[in-house]
Structure formats: structure tokens, C-alpha cells
């Protein structure tokens, strides 16, 4: 049974990076003509209101992208960041709705590419359905996104990001994850992957991140985001993202978003982390 529901969380300082990072990775390849595919493990809902009940408890994203709204010396991929989500709000002018990862990616599709969504949970893969009902480019499929991934890979059009971003509401995800991005890349090893993870119990989190890191592959990126020192007492202590084939100079780009987001988000124990944990 699943609980997690990312409306509770959505634009808070996690969704931040990732979602500016993603944006990135996609302006990226748009410098081919090539089609590219896309593939969402755990697409949640799609998009999401910062009003309704969910958004309104935790109030998540008043300490992430509320307090980037109004900046005026964001370096670039906040600015195309905050820009998404202020064209997302255009109707209202004022931020009330965020867009999840299927919406930031859908700004970036082209005619020729395409999206691949799961989702598992039956109330966010209805809303997700509805979202792109008409959506010739976008499948979404009710299932498992790590057995999805498998099937998924290697693409037609041999090009591709493929975001990995579970709740880890369940203690084998951890490892479930690690295993099944080792298999994508056996058979898509070309493709950009994206794994976001949480920092709840450190040690936990990094037997996840070791698995990759000596699994073989080469060209993996850590970007990271702590806002408080990490303990197993204070759920979330920090946020980041895995990527393996990450773009060209990816690296410089996000080094400057988190130098900005450790001033503006992080807390007094915060911290920012860019490393590449395995070269060429
Ligand atoms: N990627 C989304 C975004 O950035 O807007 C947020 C996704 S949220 C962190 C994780 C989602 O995974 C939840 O909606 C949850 O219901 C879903 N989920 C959990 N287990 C899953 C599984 N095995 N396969 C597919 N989706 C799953």
C-alpha cells in the first residue's frame, strides 16, 4: 500500500534542484535535431496546486521555490528554472500551481521527441492520465517504473534521459534501484540517467550510491544539497541527484545553482556537494 504523495512535498528545496538540474539536461539535447525519448520511473501526478490541502499542511514549497520567485540575480539555471514555473502560472500570475516532472519536461518537447510516464499509485496515475489525455507524445503506463525502466531501454531513437525518482517508501527500494539503473545501462549505456535520493539515514543512502559508484560505470555525477547536519532523528537532511552521462559542463552550471541555494535555501548546518565520483 502506498502512502507517499508527492503533493505534500512538491517545490519544496528538493524539487528545486532536481527539477533545474532536469531542465538543463533537456536544453542539452536539444543541441542534436535527434529525437530523444523520455522516461519517468515515478511521475507522480504531473502537475500540482500549492492551495489545496496537500501543498497548504506541509507548506514544503515556501522554504524552495517561493523564495526564489522574486530573486533577481538567480545564475542560469535557476532563472530557466523559476521562468518554467512562472510560465506555468501564467494565467494567475502568482505562484499557485507547480509543475512535476512530466509537466517541466513536457515545456521542452519537441515534435519529434516523446515521453514514457509511470506511475503507480492509483488516485496520482488517474490525475497524471487526465493531464496528457490528449498528449500523442506521452504514454503513461499504471505500473512498476523500475520494471518499466528494463522494458523501456534501449530506445528506438538511441537517445534519451531517464529519470529515476523514487518515494523509497519501501527499505528494498534502496537496493532495487541501485540494480535495476545497472541493468538499464547494460543495455542503453549512451542514455543520461538521473537518480534522486534522499538523505534520511546516511549510511543507507550511500550502500545505494556505492553500488553505482563501483558498479563499472563510468561518468558519474553527485550533486547534493544538506540543510542540516545529517541524523537518523530528523527525517530529511538532505537531497541530491546521481546522474551517469551527465552533459557537458553540467557540472559548472549546477555548482553555481547550489552555491546560490546553499545562500538562499540551506540552512546554518547547510551544505552543497558537486563531485564527480567516477571520471571518464
Ligand atoms: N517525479 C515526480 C516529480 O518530480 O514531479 C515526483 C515523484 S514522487 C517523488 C514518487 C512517485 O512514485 C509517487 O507518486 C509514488 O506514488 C510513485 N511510486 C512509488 N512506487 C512506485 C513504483 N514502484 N513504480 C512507479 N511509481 C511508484
New binding site residues.
Given amino acids: 500500500m ?1 502512502s ?3 503533493g505534500y512535498h ?1 517545490g519544496n528545496y528538493a ?1 528545486v534542484l ?2 533545474a538540474i532536469l531542465l538543463q539536461v533537456l536544453k542539452a539535447m536539444h543541441k542534436k535535431d535527434k529525437a530523444f525519448v523520455y522516461v ?6 504531473g502537475a500540482y496546486s500549492l492551495e489545496d490541502e496537500f501543498a497548504q499542511k506541509t507548506g514544503e514549497y515556501l522554504d524552495g521555490v517561493a523564495k526564489l520567485w522574486d530573486k533577481t540575480d538567480l545564475p542560469l539555471a535557476l532563472k530557466d528554472y523559476v521562468a518554467a514555473v512562472k510560465t506555468f502560472n501564467a494565467e494567475q500570475d502568482e505562484l499557485s500551481l507547480y509543475p ?3 509537466a517541466f519536461v513536457d515545456s521542452e518537447l519537441r515534435p519529434q521527441d516523446r515521453m514514457v510516464l ?4 492509483g488516485t ?1 496515475h488517474e490525475l497524471l492520465s487526465d493531464y496528457f489525455a490528449k498528449d500523442r507524445q506521452v504514454k503513461v503506463i499504471k ?4 520494471a518499466g525502466l528494463i522494458a523501456a531501454v534501449p530506445p528506438l531513437e538511441r537517445r534519451g534521459v531517464v ?1 529515476i ?3 523509497f ?1 519501501i527499505k528494498t527500494d534502496y537496493q532495487d534501484v541501485a540494480d535495476a539503473i545497472i541493468k538499464a545501462h547494460k543495455r542503453f549505456s549512451t542514455g543520461v540517467f538521473m537518480l534522486w535520493y534522499p538523505v534520511v539515514d546516511r549510511e543507507q543512502t550511500e550502500a545505494m550510491l556505492s553500488k553505482l559508484k563501483n558498479s563499472g560505470i563510468t561518468k558519474q555525477l553527485r550533486l547534493e544539497q544538506g540543510i542540516k547536519t545529517d541524523s537518523n532523528e530528523f527525517g530529511m537532511t538532505a537531497a541530491g541527484l546521481w546522474i551517469i552521462n551527465p552533459p557537458w559542463q553540467l557540472d559548472e552550471l549546477a555548482k553555481d545553482s547550489l552555491d546560490y541555494l546553499a545562500k538562499t535555501l540551506g540552512g546554518i548546518d547547510g551544505h552543497v556537494t558537486v563531485k564527480w565520483e567516477v571520471g571518464e
Fill in positions: 502506498l507517499y504523495r508527492h512538491a524539487d532536481k527539477h519517468d520511473t515515478h511521475a507522480g501526478a512535476g516532472s512530466p509511470h506511475e503507480l499509485h496520482d505500473g512498476d517504473g523500475l529519470l525518482d523514487p518515494s517508501e
